[in-house]
């Protein structure tokens, strides 16, 4: 069973930058499309950046221009550089990816941005 394990996490002070990884433990083939999410206490799960195979990233209004989702889908792999962060940036952050109609999720790493 594949499972994926997200990593770098941490606690940041704001406009402090965090890289968080994501890696499949087996192969998956046939990647559709590459997602992370968050979710903060006490609000819904947000998607927050995406990269489909072969397209165009998109990415929350919220996170526009701070944040940059990337890939590599031979090793099963995605990535979130978060810059300039800020307090409202603080969540579990989820990594997922969806490939020939299943979905694979990890079980998310925490984020926190305080002075």
């Known amino acids: 069973q594949v499972q994926l394990v997200e990593s770098g996490g941490g606690l940041v002070q704001p406009g402090g930058s965090l890289r968080l990884s994501c890696v499949a433990s087996?192969?998956?083939?046939?990647?559709?499309?590459m997602v992370w999410y968050r979710q903060a206490p006490g609000k819904q799960r947000e998607l927050v950046a995406a990269?489909?195979?072969?397209?165009?990233?998109s990415y929350a209004d919220s996170v526009k221009g701070r944040f940059t989702i990337s890939g590599d889908n031979a090793r099963n792999t995605v990535y979130l550089q978060m810059n300039s962060l800020k307090p409202e940036d603080t969540a579990v952050y989820y990594c997922?990816?969806?490939?020939?109609?299943?979905?694979?999720w990890g079980q998310g790493t925490q984020v926190t941005v305080s002075s």
């Open positions: 997922g990816i969806i490939a020939s109609g299943y979905d694979y």
């Open positions: 087996g192969s998956i083939f046939s990647i559709n499309v």
């Open positions: 990269i489909p195979s072969g397209g165009t990233t």
